[in-house]
């Protein structure tokens, strides 16, 4: 059924299983939940806005019930030209989501957060002892490998 | 060297190239990095791993008229292209509509991670040639970077015997373990290839006219004496640059220095600490990157960087109002 509604949002259903799909989720209360769940990752993955947090739950659950893909599946449409992995999308949307959630808490990096002190200084972790050291990072690395300006933009497009 | 690679190096280099047969020095090798990476055309893809996190690139560069053009897109994650021109870099970020600006101080642009005149190098690290080995599809030399103290991490950087281009570069931990912490490395590599400007400019830098340009990092940095400096940084390092910056959320300006010893960088950055919570001395590492902080009167010093943890406490511990008179 996830697969369904995953296939049809990606246009990869062709006509008739397509208009099956839609009634069903039209009329059973548990695929409705799928599709804006799945509307939803494509929202936060398109860098825009999620209504609220009981949407970023249903994600998360939607996430952990997801199968993991490790080979892509096969185009069903011919020409589509994209190549759409539920499971892909999944992995990547719950880094962002994370990283958000790390962002409301504490403005830190999330790699900073567990690792170890080093003797001649506090044993505090870097979270708690540097707050706003995840901007220093950007700032010092500029460019670097896309994760700190990617996780910045990301944090602006959530309002706080 | 023995005398099979010297010949396997000679025969491929002889194929490759017209040129003389590469130097034996390794300032010299250095010296053919620095040129090769700024003046070969190339497109290529990169894979840049640093602990658990990979990313690969594609990356196109072009040397025209005495200038660096390079476009870097993001295969990974959320789309992504770098436009560099020089030092200048544009960001562009489709998800978001945003553009980022801004001028290179510190950042590792694989290949180009030389920052200083190959001969300073020496000043911190013994230099020494590697083996010759086969990188995406073509020879390149090893030239080895060991630390002459503790205050840095090894490098490695394999050049193409052709152009000097770097084709693999490395950052390794201290002995016995020497984990590698962070590597670049092309996995196709095509050079010479003659790149239509109009494929350099960018995938979106026709579709941006109207996002949203992020001058923050470019324009609100501005170069200026901060008033600060560094008592005794470790050896080889010398202040590359000076700055005053904005952030956006903070009322404050923040004093950043850069010290560089020519391939590893650290940043200095002074602000006023925003609570008492903060005025605790720190220091953390994660991989390649350390972290120091320390409360100065009102003020809190942060230094981070690709170095050793020694190396940022140093320095952090020897941030000090600078002389009046030495400005």
């Given at each position: 059924?996830?697969?369904?509604?995953?296939?049809?949002?990606?246009?990869?259903?062709?006509?008739?299983?397509?208009?099956?799909?839609?009634?069903?989720?039209?009329?059973?209360?548990?695929?409705?939940?799928?599709?804006?769940?799945?509307?939803?990752?494509?929202?936060?993955?398109?860098?825009?806005?999620?209504?609220?947090?009981?949407?970023?739950?249903?994600?998360?659950?939607?996430?952990r019930?997801?199968?993991?893909?490790?080979?892509?599946?096969?185009?069903?449409?011919?020409?589509?030209?994209?190549?759409?992995?539920?499971?892909?999308?999944?992995?990547?949307?719950?880094?962002v989501?994370?990283?958000?959630?790390?962002?409301?808490?504490?403005?830190?990096?999330?790699?900073?957060?567990?690792?170890?002190?080093?003797?001649?200084?506090?044993?505090l972790?870097?979270?708690?002892?540097?707050?706003?050291?995840?901007?220093?990072?950007?700032?010092?690395?500029?460019?670097?490998?896309?994760?700190?300006?990617?996780?910045?933009?990301?944090?602006?497009?959530?309002?706080r | 060297?023995?005398?099979?690679?010297?010949?396997?190096?000679?025969?491929?280099?002889?194929?490759?190239?017209?040129?003389?047969?590469?130097?034996?020095?390794?300032?010299d090798?250095?010296?053919?990095?620095?040129?090769?990476?700024?003046e070969?055309?190339?497109?290529?893809?990169v894979?840049?791993s640093?602990?658990?996190?990979?990313?690969?690139?594609?990356?196109?560069?072009?040397?025209?008229?005495?200038?660096?053009?390079?476009?870097?897109?993001?295969?990974?994650?959320?789309?992504?292209?770098?436009?560099?021109?020089?030092?200048?870099?544009?960001?562009?970020?489709?998800?978001?509509?945003?553009?980022?600006t801004?001028?290179?101080?510190?950042?590792?642009?694989?290949?180009?991670?030389?920052?200083?005149?190959?001969?300073?190098?020496?000043?911190?690290?013994?230099?020494?040639?590697?083996?010759?080995?086969?990188?995406?599809?073509?020879?390149?030399?090893?030239?080895?970077?060991?630390?002459?103290?503790?205050?840095?991490?090894?490098?490695?950087?394999?050049?193409?015997?052709?152009?000097?281009l770097?084709?693999?570069?490395?950052?390794?931990?201290?002995?016995?373990?020497?984990?590698?912490?962070?590597?670049?490395?092309?996995?196709?590599?095509r050079?010479?290839?003659?790149?239509?400007?109009?494929?350099?400019?960018?995938?979106?830098?026709?579709?941006?006219?109207?996002?949203?340009?992020?001058?923050?990092?470019?324009?609100?940095?501005?170069?200026?004496?901060?008033?600060?400096?560094?008592?005794s940084?470790?050896?080889?390092?010398r202040?590359?640059?000076?700055?005053?910056?904005?952030?956006?959320?903070?009322?404050?300006?923040?004093?950043?220095?850069?010290?560089?010893?020519?391939?590893?960088?650290?940043?200095?950055?002074?602000?006023?600490?925003?609570?008492?919570?903060?005025?605790?001395?720190?220091?953390?590492?994660?991989?390649?990157?350390?972290?120091?902080?320390?409360?100065?009167?009102?003020?809190?010093?942060?230094?981070?960087?690709?170095?050793?943890?020694?190396?940022?406490?140093?320095?952090?511990?020897?941030?000090?109002?600078?002389?009046v008179?030495?400005?």
């Open positions: 059924m996830t697969q369904e509604i995953s296939e049809l949002m990606d246009s990869e259903l062709e006509t008739g299983r397509a208009g099956r799909a839609i009634r069903r989720c039209c009329g059973e209360d548990g695929c409705r939940q799928d599709w804006l769940a799945y509307h939803a990752i494509g929202d936060v993955m398109r860098g825009g806005d999620v209504a609220g947090a009981r949407s970023t739950r249903r994600i998360l659950d939607a996430i019930e997801e199968p993991t893909v490790l080979a892509p599946r096969r185009l069903r449409l011919a020409g589509a030209g994209r190549v759409a992995l539920a499971a892909a999308a999944s992995v990547a949307t719950l880094a989501v994370a990283w958000i959630g790390l962002q409301q808490q504490a403005p830190s990096s999330p790699s900073l957060a567990a690792k170890s002190s080093l003797p001649g200084a506090a044993a972790p870097a979270s708690e002892a540097v707050p706003g050291v995840q901007d220093y990072v950007v700032v010092h690395r500029q460019v670097p490998a896309a994760d700190f300006y990617r996780a910045v933009s990301v944090t602006e497009a959530v309002p | 060297m023995n005398s099979a690679r010297a010949a396997v190096a000679a025969a491929s280099f002889v194929a490759c190239s017209s040129l003389a047969a590469p130097p034996g020095d390794p300032i090798w250095l010296q053919r990095i620095v040129t090769g990476a700024r070969t055309t190339y497109t290529g893809t894979v840049h640093a602990g658990s996190s990979t990313v690969t690139s594609r990356v196109i560069h072009v040397f025209r008229d005495g200038n660096e053009i390079e476009r870097i897109e993001s295969l990974d994650g959320p789309r992504q292209e770098i436009v560099r021109v020089n030092d200048h870099i544009q960001c562009f970020h489709p998800d978001s509509k945003t553009i980022r801004d001028k290179r101080v510190s950042a590792r642009f694989f290949p180009s991670l030389l920052l200083a005149p190959p001969a300073m190098l020496a000043e911190s690290y013994h230099l020494r040639l590697g083996g010759i080995e086969r990188v995406a599809g073509k020879d390149c030399q090893w030239v080895i970077l060991e630390p002459r103290d503790d205050l840095r991490f090894a490098h490695r950087l394999c050049a193409h015997l052709g152009s000097g770097p084709l693999r570069s490395a950052m390794l931990g201290p002995l016995p373990r020497r984990q590698v912490l962070e590597q670049y490395s092309f996995t196709d590599l050079l010479g290839r003659d790149v239509p400007a109009a494929e350099v400019r960018g995938t979106y830098e026709p579709l941006a006219a109207d996002w949203r340009r992020d001058h923050q990092a470019d324009e609100e940095a501005k170069p200026a004496a901060t008033g600060w400096t560094v008592q940084p470790p050896r080889g390092f202040l590359v640059h000076e700055l005053q910056r904005k952030f956006p959320g903070r009322p404050h300006a923040v004093s950043q220095l850069v010290y560089s010893d020519g391939l590893a960088a650290l940043s200095v950055f002074v602000e006023p600490a925003a609570s008492p919570a903060e005025l605790r001395e720190t220091l953390t590492q994660d991989g390649g990157l350390s972290i120091y902080t320390r409360p100065l009167g009102d003020l809190r010093v942060t230094v981070l960087g690709e170095v050793p943890a020694s190396a940022v406490r140093q320095v952090g511990r020897g941030v000090v109002r600078a002389a008179s030495s400005r």
